[in-house]
């Protein structure tokens, strides 16, 4: 079990699909900074890359791919002796496999920043992540609402371990941006069958404003027409366009994600990041990471979110000094990568210790 020092390489052993660059590659990078040893496992190959075959197995939750991974999982850890695996979602991991890496000697821990409880998830897809919850040694949930139900499945030690930005991606931006990623108001995230519609409508009805969208699966919005004749094919920004088009939006809104019941999510860091004022539905919980009119602005239907655009569209010397504070606020109570990764590994270091 892993008692050592801060000063002694540790091995960490992280496992995701590795699609994408915002979730289990960050903490390797910032591992790496705090002086720990991380090692991919990486899932995605398992599925044979998107082909039909794969997404069968991954619908049904079950075939040859699940078992060799699984495998290769277990042999990996019984040749590198990782002090900790750290698993991102881990809906592929059995818990036959949990147990496997507890009895090599490894903290087996998990991080899932999807809703695995949601009414609306697919109906396979969490079934191996649910029945192992009892075998993982922490798990760490993206809300809070999670956290309470894994400790009521059994996981002994819980935690929240919310989302962050990346210092390299989002930041403030003092060069010209070029006219089609500037912006009165923006938005740069996925359409969903909730309220955002309703939202974005309003939006679009605001004679003059300046609204721009990016973002994928907008095909399926009941404006889909409307937004194809307005925008013509939406698609999604990432990395330096991301943070371009940020930092170019007068106002970046943020929409709440039902099928995940979100209270926050990565967008209400990486906005404040860059300076640029964050417009987003209100929760109880983000208005504890920023205060309102103060460090971010909040809306709570499509009449308040107009009301707020046309106010700060015309008061540009408030905007931006929102839009500070709430980079100010950001900064000082410390939500990047590595933020998060130093409290995995405080947390995991007290576990070594008490176990």
Not at 117 to 145: C, K, M, N, Q
Request: glycine share 8%; aromatic share 12%.
């Amino acid at each position: 079990m892993w008692q050592r020092e801060a000063t002694t390489s540790v091995k960490i052993l992280l496992s995701e699909e590795w699609h994408s660059h915002i979730y289990a590659e960050p903490f390797f990078q910032r591992f790496l900074e705090l002086g720990v040893e991380p090692h991919a496992f990486k899932e995605a190959g398992y599925f044979g890359g998107g082909s039909l075959w794969g997404r069968v197995q991954r619908r049904l939750g079950a075939g040859p791919a699940f078992a060799r991974l699984n495998a290769d999982l277990l042999r990996t850890a019984e040749q590198l002796h990782p002090e900790v695996v750290f698993l991102f979602r881990g809906e592929a991991i059995f818990p036959a496999t949990l147990q496997g890496l507890r009895s090599l000697g490894a903290q087996v821990v998990g991080w899932n920043n999807d809703d695995p409880f949601s009414e609306l998830a697919p109906a396979r897809r969490w079934t191996h992540f649910v029945r192992g919850i009892p075998y993982y040694d922490r798990l760490w949930g993206y809300r809070t609402s999670n956290v309470e139900e894994f400790r009521r499945r059994g996981c002994p030690r819980v935690g929240l371990l919310r989302s962050f930005y990346l210092r390299e991606l989002n930041f403030p931006v003092s060069d010209p941006i070029a006219a089609p990623l500037r912006s009165q108001v923006a938005f740069l995230g996925h359409w969903e069958a909730d309220s955002r519609d309703d939202f974005v409508e309003a939006l679009l009805r605001e004679p003059g404003l300046d609204f721009k969208l990016w973002g994928t699966l907008w095909q399926r919005s009941r404006l889909a027409r409307e937004l194809a004749k307005r925008f013509g094919r939406i698609r999604p920004l990432i990395k330096h366009d991301y943070n371009l088009a940020i930092n170019g939006a007068g106002m970046a809104l943020v929409f709440l994600s039902r099928l995940n019941h979100d209270t926050y999510t990565r967008r209400c860091f990486e906005i404040p990041a860059t300076g640029t004022l964050m417009l987003s539905e209100y929760t109880p919980d983000l208005a504890t990471l920023f205060e309102e009119g103060v460090e971010a602005e909040f809306f709570r239907g499509p009449q308040e979110l107009l009301d707020k655009v046309r106010f700060y569209t015309r008061h540009e010397e408030a905007r931006r000094r929102i839009g500070q504070a709430g980079r100010a606020r950001l900064l000082k109570d410390g939500h990047e990568a590595l933020d998060r990764a130093r409290q995995v590994l405080d947390a995991m270091r007290e576990d070594g210790r008490s176990r």
